[in-house]
């Protein structure tokens, strides 16, 4: 099915352990986003890519990085995982074109860090 | 900066109402809109895409609306169901990223 896929679903690290989360579309957008979601919080904005090869920091970058590995794929890495990055963590995809469909979401990666 | 509020945050009603949940924005230069369900521990699924030139767009028991004058978008959802029951959220495509900025949503159980 097309779609967002996000891997691992669940993790649990200690604090000051780094990881890659990783995000694949085969939706072929060019615009690809990572948010974070905590409660009474919404949904913010980390980083985003607007095309392949382009990255730039969005409302909550800090203690996160980004790479788009080709137009795909768009991994967020945690290098020291700490306790407020405690988070529920969605990639989506979108092609900015006025049409109908707008974005697509992965579901997500529960991420908890001890 | 945009900001969008949802009230109420949360809603119980009996399988059968119709029901109105809210959004609004303060900042009336609305992009696009867009309505969005999400299951407890799952992802967000796309429900409705409001372009800034429309007014409202229907699927099936779903109509949303969006008056850009007063800033306000709703979501009508007809004869409820059970299986309606999810956090709803709104979200404008007006990030200078070109991304969403969300509302916090409204949590809507349907009782049986």
């Known amino acids: 099915n097309a779609g967002v896929t996000q891997t691992p679903k669940f993790q649990v690290l200690k604090t000051g352990q780094s990881m890659t989360l990783q995000c694949a579309q085969d939706m072929n957008h060019n615009s690809m986003y990572w948010y974070r979601q905590d409660p009474g919080m919404g949904l913010r904005l980390i980083y985003y890519s607007a095309s392949e090869g382009t990255t730039d920091k969005g409302e909550v970058p800090n203690g996160y990085n980004v790479s788009r590995l080709n137009k795909r794929e768009f991994s967020l890495r945690l290098e020291s995982a700490a306790p407020s990055q405690t988070s529920v963590y969605f990639c989506?995809?979108?092609?900015?074109?006025?049409?109908?469909?707008?974005?697509?979401f992965g579901s997500g990666t529960r991420l908890t860090v001890v | 900066k945009q900001e969008v509020t949802q009230i109420p945050a949360a809603l119980s009603v009996p399988e059968g109402e119709n029901l109105v949940l809210n959004c609004s924005f303060t900042d009336s230069a609305i992009y696009n809109l867009q309505w969005f369900r999400q299951d407890p521990g799952k992802g967000l699924t796309s429900l409705l895409l409001?372009?800034?030139?429309?007014r409202e767009q229907t699927s099936g028991r779903l109509n949303a609306s969006l008056d850009k004058s007063s800033g306000r978008s709703t979501l009508y959802i007809a004869a409820s169901q059970p299986g309606d029951s999810a956090t709803y959220l709104c979200?404008?495509?007006?990030?200078?990223?070109?991304?969403?900025?969300f509302g916090k949503g409204t949590k809507l159980s349907v009782k049986p």
């Open positions: 979200a404008d495509l007006g990030g200078s990223q070109g991304n969403l900025i």
């Open positions: 409001i372009q800034s030139s429309q």
């Open positions: 989506a995809s979108s092609e900015i074109v006025i049409g109908y469909y707008g974005y697509t």
